[in-house]
C-alpha cells in the first residue's frame, strides 16, 4: 500500500509513519507534505495513492482547500484534534477519521474500514469519488462556527522533580525543538509539554495566540519586531529570542497582520 502523510508537524508525522510500519513493514510512505500548496502540486503531478492521511490544519491553512483545486479520487483518513461531536459530517466525506493523538487500534481499525469498503482486487479508488464544494463548505463553516466551551488557562508542565503551572498569560509561545515541544515563559524559561501544536492550538484562545508555521505557536504580546522579507512574507524577532529565523509565509502574512491588528 502506498501512503502519502499531508501533515505539517514532523513529530505527529513520525508518530503517523511509526504506527503504519507497525500495521504492515511493506506499507510505502510517498511522501511527507506540510502545506496546502505542496499537496496540490504534488497531486497533480504524480500518480495518486492507495491511501491519503490527511491532518486539517496545515502549514497555510486548512486542508480542504486541496479539494476545491484537485479532486482526490483515493481513499482519504483525516487526522484531527477535534471531538467527535464536530467530526460527524466527516464520516459522510472520507473513509475515517483519527483524533490526535493517533492510536495504533484506531489507525487499525481505519485501514481495516478501508479495505472493507474497497471492492477486492481493485485498486484504491472509490466509486464516488471526490468532496463536492458543497460538502467542503459545510465542514468548514461547522469548523468556524464551533466554539470551544473554554480556553486553557494554564499549563502543568515539570520543572525537575516538582510540577508547577504556567499560567497562558505568562506564556510566550510554544515551540518543536529536537523532537520536543516546548513551553516557552516571557522570563525565557523552557518546559517540555506532551501535546502537538496542532492540540495546542485547539485550545489557545485565536486572539491572543497565532500558529506561525509548524514549528511555533506565538503569544500576540512576544512579536518584538516585524520586518518585511523576500517574496511578501515577514520575519519576526520574539521576544524572549528564539535561537532560530521566524518566517511567515505569504499565504499567512495577511492573517497575521490581521491577528495582530484586532
Known sequence: MRVLIIEDEPLAAEKLIKLLFEYDQNISILETI????????????????????LDIHLADGLCFDIFKQVQVKCPVIFCTAYDQYALRAFQLHSIDYLLKPVQYAKLEQSLQKMKDMLPTGTSATLENPGVSE???NEIVDMIKSREPVSYKSRFMVRSGARIRAVKTEDIAYFHSHDKLNLLVTKDGHSYPVDYSLDELIQMLNPQIFFHVNRKLIIHIDSAKEIHPYFKGRLKLVLEPILDEEVIISSQKTPLFKTWLDQ
Open 34 to 53: 506540510p502545506s496546502v500548496d505542496t499537496a496540490v502540486s504534488w497531486l497533480k503531478n504524480n500518480d495518486l495513492p492507495d491511501l491519503i492521511l
Open 134 to 136: 458543497n460538502q467542503i
